[in-house]
């Protein structure tokens, strides 16, 4: 199969999706989110247990942890591999990229607060995609800088699709 027709057939896959209501996609983009602050509670559980030399934290990081994964099971139901962890750590990666961002926003470092958003939403959408098997990994030429394919052109923005394009256009959270 060429690489035009497999870029068709996910842009088709795409459609469908989105036309099919299989996923309400607004629903798991705030359980993504969700599940990334919960991600971050188990870490302040840790370091509050471990500063505090108080157990009871570690209980409560127990706690959250056993929310956590029931909630990330609603999202990724087969596992190929390691895309368990790996959904899980894209989330917490992109949760701490959102908090650097922020934390060099509020001392008035744009540029910098830029990248590390950038960064985030590219991390972001690598969930996605390997959420929604939106790329079968086997037989894509992958690019430098995330690009999909060199045969795959985003028309909106004259140049080569990217992950977070497809993901952009199908996860909208306003959209409901």
């Known amino acids: 199969m060429n690489d035009n027709k497999k870029f068709e057939e996910l842009l088709d896959k795409v459609q469908k999706m989105k036309k099919g209501n299989k996923i309400d ?3 798991e983009e705030d359980l993504s989110i969700a599940i990334m602050n919960l991600i971050s ?39 190929e591999g390691e895309t368990w962890c790996v959904s899980k750590h ?8 959102l908090e650097v961002g922020t934390k060099y926003l509020s001392d008035d470092k744009k540029k910098e607060a830029t990248e590390v958003f950038e ?12 959420r929604l098997k939106l790329i079968d990994m086997q037989g894509i030429t992958k690019l430098p800088g995330d690009k999909l394919n060199v045969h795959d052109v985003n028309k909106d923005k004259g140049g080569v699709w990217q992950v977070e394009d497809i993901v952009n256009k199908l996860v909208d959270c306003c959209n409901e």
């Open 119 to 130: 960064s985030a939403h590219k991390i972001y959408a690598m969930f996605w995609a390997l």
């Open 25 to 27: 996609l607004s629903l």
């Open 41 to 79: 509670l188990e870490e302040h559980f840790f370091f509050t247990a471990m500063k505090t030399n108080k157990p009871d934290y570690l209980d409560m990081l127990n706690e959250t942890r056993v929310i956590r994964k029931a909630m990330l099971a609603r999202m990724i139901d087969k596992h």
């Open 90 to 97: 894209l989330l917490a990666a992109t949760m701490r990229l």
